[in-house]
């Protein structure tokens, strides 16, 4: 069986930037396996603008942030195998992949880094009741179709959920010449960037209901409307409110799933609230020498941070490679607290500086975030303004996790 | 008169207060720093925006592409037909010009991802 | 001038065909949507009943023990999924027990091997997961699953590669009798048979009208259903049935052949024949009545949820008959419809025959119809001599069920041809995963354009006018369609 130094599953941001990273830190045998018949990922088809801007202080469009990477990776000659796909991974490294030209192979790998980022939540998750006709479509498969293979999937389109790709989608098919007829998001506020509300949906009079859901899909062949009622507290339809929209096309925009298929092949113990692995500070999971970054570990709001995380997992599988394999005693253990959805690491080994990610469980005005060791506040910080929708970060200290050692950090909100 | 803009320069999302006069702005409020104040009185005289979009391949593929600097909001229709009329040929590189100065103001059309 | 029309090509009409390929007779089957397994077979609970539940002396009772016998065989000889799973009746009451027993005493009346009254220390061991509640239940070993679109296809497809011929989008419109045959038409084109079976389906009453035949009707069921992903199955292994009581019958709890978890179905009595929307109070009912049985189900797996018709017949039983010479009637063929298929065909054969069908066997009938390639469940060797022949096989198109584009390009080619992204779907499994096509359908739609040759929005989701995409970005080209 071949043996490679470092595998790296998935060619998007994520697994461009761990390789590069973990290349720059001394790993020289790097293969990165990629499903599409390019690099890039995701980004492709995201051909809008707004990506890069905490990392290169400029607006790129995804196609733009990904050649980035991509350039980085062909400057170093680390080895890439496109239109491949990833079958099988154990929890000893051992990677099943397959392709046209090679067929079926096996490598054992040194260190695994898991990037294969996230899908998107169908109909089916949401149990919306009525027909099943032609023109439903994630806005992620509409953008495909528009952006990657020039059709537009339909002319009358409501879109479900306003995630930040739902609302991209609206403009898009506007500039396209649909008409979007309104935005529905099941809660009281918006999981999308500000800058997306106003510059896709205000510019375009696109109409966002909040507290609004589909509540049953019509038309045979191809969707022809769909009945949507306002919720109640608990985002049950209220039916009184219930009305009858006329459209031809339903996009879903609810929600980001990381794709850990492989991941729980190889036994790797995942985070119920993420949906991602369980890991470190280096982004090592518990199984020894396989490393996540990226959507397939959380859902991240900007490739900026997908960049951040990437790097720290390269290194990570960069250091563990060096270590020759040994894996560190874990001591300190984070932990989501009041307010607080889940964070990230959730483990933490080595006294070093670490930013931990958190997202919050609802919009807040004026908080602190604090960090607890029991009940033990160690710091605080001030936020003006906090949702569910923009990943948070705190960073703690080497001193203060060497203070620490073998406790549990927990992170949440205070009032201010 | 009064207009309300949402501040887009950061997540923050404040809501400024711009009190207008005719055209003449009179006062800004509800920004919590100086960046709300220009976004806000760029929003009001002349809003700018980028477009994205595709244009056609000629052996049928699309290509994205983007104006490499924002355009005036209130000709976005115009542009995006001119655009639409741009056929691109391989081989194009990230950055190629396919329509020089759209606007009269210097702004260009270039592409966003490479086509060989 | 055929020897016999089938007029449907469900899961009947086509376990029709095939049982007439093996003779040298000229078939034709006529379709009227747009693919086969359209109808009732699209969308039931796929069990394989053992045979205890129909009324004694019933041709339910009669062709579902035959039916169930014979489907390991044609499933083996089809290359279709089966899986003698065995089924479970579950009581939740004390009370409920005295039903298990009458379960089991018609079970011994109809014929049915191994049934076992089990108690609830043994049902457990069984199925560890089930309720609490459960007091004990009947075991029937024959109970299996077999997945019902998927015979449906592999029937018609072994009748179609030994002669027999589909139409589809021939919707039957009127039939005459003329001297020694049948002429069937659609309005535009005319077809002429010795012999008719009326296979229809839900509409089965109204093309035995057509013929003067008013002894029976139909009405529509609904079932809504739900499918689970893959990791939900967990230690289920048995189909789970409800002991049916005063409360009603209850919904079961079944893994399916692909590994998913379905649950459902419930039992909605309405007017229309084409209305198979879900509703919210369906839905939920499925839920609530599955997690009585096991409370440990993930609801949060549901990947889809959708409803299918029976057709209900006046009578109570199947209604198999001959109201002419040469015209035999399929119809009201509700649970246990699919269990009984295979029988339920041999039956309508003899019965032509006895009229005068000359069943002469062709010497090169092949019984075999080698299994779509499960490329996922090869080994590495099978996989890569696959690919070594043909390239498409290497490049995965589905991710969640690993189906590769050559996989697919054999489901347009074969017999019965795939001609829409569902076609495609039930041949395959491409867009049947957790993503529901979120990933592959712009592929497949890609496939099937340059498949058959056709543009990228005449391709569409299953006929008619469910297209996939409405032409080109930017060219003002509308797509609506009568």
């Given at each position: 069986m071949r043996k490679i130094d470092l595998v790296v599953i998935g060619g998007g941001p994520a697994g461009m930037g761990a390789a590069v990273a973990a290349y720059d830190a001394g790993v020289k045998d790097i293969l990165v396996l990629e499903r599409d018949h390019r690099l890039g990922g995701i980004l492709e088809q995201c051909i809008h603008n707004g990506f890069g801007l905490h990392r290169f202080k400029e607006e790129l469009t995804g196609p733009e942030y990904a050649w980035r990477f991509e350039k980085e990776l062909r400057a170093r000659e680390i080895p890439f195998r496109l239109n491949t796909m990833v079958l099988d991974i154990t929890s000893d490294r051992v990677i099943t992949a397959m392709n046209s030209e090679e067929g079926v192979f096996q490598i054992q790998a040194g260190a695994i880094i898991l990037a294969m980022g996230c899908r998107e939540r169908p109909r089916g998750a949401l149990n919306t009741a009525g027909t099943r006709p032609a023109g439903i479509y994630t806005a992620g498969t509409a953008q495909r179709f528009i952006n990657i293979m020039g059709y537009m999937p339909g002319k009358k389109v409501v879109i479900l959920g306003s995630g930040d790709i739902g609302l991209i989608m609206a403009r898009r098919m506007t500039w396209e010449g649909a008409e979007v007829k309104m935005v529905l998001e099941l809660m009281p506020y918006s999981g999308g960037l500000t800058r997306n509300i106003v510059q896709c949906l205000q510019d375009n009079d696109i109409p966002l209901l909040l507290s609004h859901t589909i509540v049953e899909v019509h038309g045979k062949e191809r969707v022809t409307g769909v009945t949507i009622a306002q919720v109640d507290e608990k985002r049950q339809p209220m039916m009184e409110t219930a009305r009858f929209v006329e459209c031809d096309t339903v996009l879903l925009s609810v929600g980001l799933l990381p794709e850990n298929e492989l991941t729980k092949k190889a036994d790797v113990p995942l985070d119920r609230m993420t949906s991602g692995a369980l890991v470190d500070q280096r982004r090592m999971t518990e199984v020894p020498g396989i490393f996540a970054c990226g959507n397939v570990l959380h859902v991240h709001d900007l490739v900026d941070y997908v960049s951040e995380e990437s790097e720290i997992a390269g290194r990570g599988a960069a250091a563990f490679l060096q270590a020759g394999g040994a894996k560190d005693d874990c001591h300190i253990t984070v932990k989501p607290g009041k307010g607080v959805r889940y964070t990230l690491p959730q483990r933490i080994c080595a006294e070093e500086e670490t930013t931990v990610f958190f997202r919050?469980?609802?919009?807040?005005?004026?908080?602190?975030?604090?960090?607890?060791?029991?009940?033990?506040?160690?710091?605080?910080?001030?936020?003006?303004?906090?949702?569910?929708?923009?990943?948070?970060?705190?960073?703690?200290?080497?001193?203060?996790?060497?203070?620490?050692?073998?406790?549990?950090?927990?992170?949440?909100?205070?009032?201010? | 008169m009064e207009r309300e803009i949402i501040c887009t320069s950061c997540p923050m999302g404040c809501h400024v207060m711009v009190e207008l006069d005719g055209e003449q702005i009179v006062k800004i409020t509800g920004n919590t720093c100086a960046r709300g104040e220009r976004y806000a009185r760029a929003e009001v005289t002349d809003p700018k925006r980028t477009i994205t979009t595709t244009v056609a391949l000629v052996d049928g593929g699309v290509l994205p592409i983007k104006s490499d600097a924002p355009l005036s909001k209130k000709n976005i229709d115009q542009y995006l037909k001119q655009i639409h009329e741009i056929v691109a040929e391989r081989p194009v590189l990230i950055g190629d010009v396919l329509l020089a100065d759209i606007d009269g103001n210097g702004v260009n059309i270039v592409a966003t991802q490479n086509a060989f | 001038m055929y020897d016999?029309?089938?007029?449907?090509?469900?899961?009947?009409?086509?376990?029709?065909?095939?049982?007439?390929?093996?003779?040298?007779?000229?078939?034709?089957v006529l379709e009227g949507a747009h693919d086969v397994a359209m109808g009732t077979t699209k969308a039931n609970s796929a069990i394989v009943h053992a045979g205890f539940d129909a009324v004694v002396g019933t041709l339910k009772a009669k062709l579902n023990v035959a039916g169930s016998e014979a489907m390991e065989e044609v499933c083996r000889e089809l290359g279709v999924k089966y899986q003698r799973n065995g089924s479970l009746v579950v009581a939740y009451r004390p009370q409920d027990m005295e039903k298990v027993r009458e379960l089991y005493d018609r079970g011994q009346k109809n014929g049915v091997r191994g049934l076992e009254v089990i108690g609830q220390e043994e049902l457990r061991k069984m199925e560890p997961a089930i309720s609490e509640e459960a007091v004990g239940a009947l075991y029937a070993p024959t109970g299996a699953i077999v997945c019902p679109y998927e015979l449906n296809i592999a029937s018609i497809g072994n009748a179609m590669d030994n002669g027999v011929e589909l139409k589809v989008e021939y919707k039957v419109t009127s039939i005459e009798k003329k001297d020694d045959a049948y002429e069937i038409s659609n309005g535009t084109e005319k077809v002429q048979a010795r012999f008719v079976v009326n296979a229809a389906g839900m509409y089965a009453d109204h093309v035995a009208a057509m013929v003067g035949d008013t002894s029976f009707s139909l009405y529509p069921r609904k079932g809504q259903y739900m499918l689970l992903d893959h990791d939900c199955v967990g230690s289920i292994t048995h189909t789970l049935f409800n002991v049916p009581n005063e409360l009603g019958k209850g919904i079961l709890v079944s893994p399916t052949v692909d590994q998913n978890l379905l649950l459902g179905p419930t039992a909605e009595n309405q007017e229309d024949r084409e209305d198979m929307a879900t509703t919210a109070e369906g839905l939920q009912m499925v839920q609530t009545n599955a997690l009585k049985v096991v409370p440990s189900v993930n609801l949060r797996g549901v990947i889809t949820a959708f409803a299918g018709l029976r057709a209900v017949g006046s009578t109570g039983d199947f209604i198999l008959t001959s109201p002419m010479k040469g015209f035999w009637n399929a119809a009201g063929i509700e649970s246990p419809g699919l269990s009984s298929a295979p029988a339920i065909a041999k039956y309508l054969v003899n019965g032509m025959a006895k009229q005068g069908l000359e069943l002469v066997e062709k010497a090169d009938f092949n019984p075999i119809r080698p299994a779509l390639h499960d490329f996922s469940k090869m080994s590495i060797e099978e996989k890569n001599e696959m690919i070594r022949k043909n390239p498409l096989y290497g490049h995965i198109i589905c991710r969640c069920e690993s189906i590769s584009e050559g996989e697919i390009v054999d489901a347009i080619r074969q017999n019965p041809p795939a001609r829409d992204i569902d076609g495609v779907k039930r041949r395959t499994r491409a867009g049947m995963g957790r993503c529901q096509g979120g990933f592959c359908g712009p592929m497949v739609t890609e496939i099937l354009a340059?498949?058959?040759?056709?543009?990228?929005?005449?391709?569409?989701?299953?006929?008619?006018?469910?297209?996939?995409?409405?032409?080109?970005?930017?060219?003002?080209?509308?797509?609506e369609k009568d």
């Amino acid at each position: 069986m071949r043996k490679i130094d470092l595998v790296v599953i998935g060619g998007g941001p994520a697994g461009m930037g761990a390789a590069v990273a973990a290349y720059d830190a001394g790993v020289k045998d790097i293969l990165v396996l990629e499903r599409d018949h390019r690099l890039g990922g995701i980004l492709e088809q995201c051909i809008h603008n707004g990506f890069g801007l905490h990392r290169f202080k400029e607006e790129l469009t995804g196609p733009e942030y990904a050649w980035r990477f991509e350039k980085e990776l062909r400057a170093r000659e680390i080895p890439f195998r496109l239109n491949t796909m990833v079958l099988d991974i154990t929890s000893d490294r051992v990677i099943t992949a397959m392709n046209s030209e090679e067929g079926v192979f096996q490598i054992q790998a040194g260190a695994i880094i898991l990037a294969m980022g996230c899908r998107e939540r169908p109909r089916g998750a949401l149990n919306t009741a009525g027909t099943r006709p032609a023109g439903i479509y994630t806005a992620g498969t509409a953008q495909r179709f528009i952006n990657i293979m020039g059709y537009m999937p339909g002319k009358k389109v409501v879109i479900l959920g306003s995630g930040d790709i739902g609302l991209i989608m609206a403009r898009r098919m506007t500039w396209e010449g649909a008409e979007v007829k309104m935005v529905l998001e099941l809660m009281p506020y918006s999981g999308g960037l500000t800058r997306n509300i106003v510059q896709c949906l205000q510019d375009n009079d696109i109409p966002l209901l909040l507290s609004h859901t589909i509540v049953e899909v019509h038309g045979k062949e191809r969707v022809t409307g769909v009945t949507i009622a306002q919720v109640d507290e608990k985002r049950q339809p209220m039916m009184e409110t219930a009305r009858f929209v006329e459209c031809d096309t339903v996009l879903l925009s609810v929600g980001l799933l990381p794709e850990n298929e492989l991941t729980k092949k190889a036994d790797v113990p995942l985070d119920r609230m993420t949906s991602g692995a369980l890991v470190d500070q280096r982004r090592m999971t518990e199984v020894p020498g396989i490393f996540a970054c990226g959507n397939v570990l959380h859902v991240h709001d900007l490739v900026d941070y997908v960049s951040e995380e990437s790097e720290i997992a390269g290194r990570g599988a960069a250091a563990f490679l060096q270590a020759g394999g040994a894996k560190d005693d874990c001591h300190i253990t984070v932990k989501p607290g009041k307010g607080v959805r889940y964070t990230l690491p959730q483990r933490i080994c080595a006294e070093e500086e670490t930013t931990v990610f958190f997202r919050v469980t609802d919009v807040h005005q004026a908080v602190k975030v604090v960090v607890k060791a029991g009940d033990q506040v160690l710091q605080a910080k001030k936020r003006p303004r906090v949702a569910p929708g923009e990943m948070e970060t705190v960073k703690l200290t080497a001193k203060l996790l060497a203070e620490h050692k073998d406790q549990t950090l927990t992170i949440e909100l205070e009032e201010a | 008169m009064e207009r309300e803009i949402i501040c887009t320069s950061c997540p923050m999302g404040c809501h400024v207060m711009v009190e207008l006069d005719g055209e003449q702005i009179v006062k800004i409020t509800g920004n919590t720093c100086a960046r709300g104040e220009r976004y806000a009185r760029a929003e009001v005289t002349d809003p700018k925006r980028t477009i994205t979009t595709t244009v056609a391949l000629v052996d049928g593929g699309v290509l994205p592409i983007k104006s490499d600097a924002p355009l005036s909001k209130k000709n976005i229709d115009q542009y995006l037909k001119q655009i639409h009329e741009i056929v691109a040929e391989r081989p194009v590189l990230i950055g190629d010009v396919l329509l020089a100065d759209i606007d009269g103001n210097g702004v260009n059309i270039v592409a966003t991802q490479n086509a060989f | 001038m055929y020897d016999v029309a089938i007029i449907g090509a469900g899961v009947i009409g086509s376990m029709v065909a095939r049982e007439l390929a093996r003779y040298q007779l000229s078939v034709v089957v006529l379709e009227g949507a747009h693919d086969v397994a359209m109808g009732t077979t699209k969308a039931n609970s796929a069990i394989v009943h053992a045979g205890f539940d129909a009324v004694v002396g019933t041709l339910k009772a009669k062709l579902n023990v035959a039916g169930s016998e014979a489907m390991e065989e044609v499933c083996r000889e089809l290359g279709v999924k089966y899986q003698r799973n065995g089924s479970l009746v579950v009581a939740y009451r004390p009370q409920d027990m005295e039903k298990v027993r009458e379960l089991y005493d018609r079970g011994q009346k109809n014929g049915v091997r191994g049934l076992e009254v089990i108690g609830q220390e043994e049902l457990r061991k069984m199925e560890p997961a089930i309720s609490e509640e459960a007091v004990g239940a009947l075991y029937a070993p024959t109970g299996a699953i077999v997945c019902p679109y998927e015979l449906n296809i592999a029937s018609i497809g072994n009748a179609m590669d030994n002669g027999v011929e589909l139409k589809v989008e021939y919707k039957v419109t009127s039939i005459e009798k003329k001297d020694d045959a049948y002429e069937i038409s659609n309005g535009t084109e005319k077809v002429q048979a010795r012999f008719v079976v009326n296979a229809a389906g839900m509409y089965a009453d109204h093309v035995a009208a057509m013929v003067g035949d008013t002894s029976f009707s139909l009405y529509p069921r609904k079932g809504q259903y739900m499918l689970l992903d893959h990791d939900c199955v967990g230690s289920i292994t048995h189909t789970l049935f409800n002991v049916p009581n005063e409360l009603g019958k209850g919904i079961l709890v079944s893994p399916t052949v692909d590994q998913n978890l379905l649950l459902g179905p419930t039992a909605e009595n309405q007017e229309d024949r084409e209305d198979m929307a879900t509703t919210a109070e369906g839905l939920q009912m499925v839920q609530t009545n599955a997690l009585k049985v096991v409370p440990s189900v993930n609801l949060r797996g549901v990947i889809t949820a959708f409803a299918g018709l029976r057709a209900v017949g006046s009578t109570g039983d199947f209604i198999l008959t001959s109201p002419m010479k040469g015209f035999w009637n399929a119809a009201g063929i509700e649970s246990p419809g699919l269990s009984s298929a295979p029988a339920i065909a041999k039956y309508l054969v003899n019965g032509m025959a006895k009229q005068g069908l000359e069943l002469v066997e062709k010497a090169d009938f092949n019984p075999i119809r080698p299994a779509l390639h499960d490329f996922s469940k090869m080994s590495i060797e099978e996989k890569n001599e696959m690919i070594r022949k043909n390239p498409l096989y290497g490049h995965i198109i589905c991710r969640c069920e690993s189906i590769s584009e050559g996989e697919i390009v054999d489901a347009i080619r074969q017999n019965p041809p795939a001609r829409d992204i569902d076609g495609v779907k039930r041949r395959t499994r491409a867009g049947m995963g957790r993503c529901q096509g979120g990933f592959c359908g712009p592929m497949v739609t890609e496939i099937l354009a340059k498949e058959m040759q056709i543009p990228m929005e005449q391709v569409t989701k299953f006929g008619g006018g469910s297209y996939m995409n409405v032409g080109r970005t930017r060219e003002e080209q509308s797509h609506e369609k009568d």
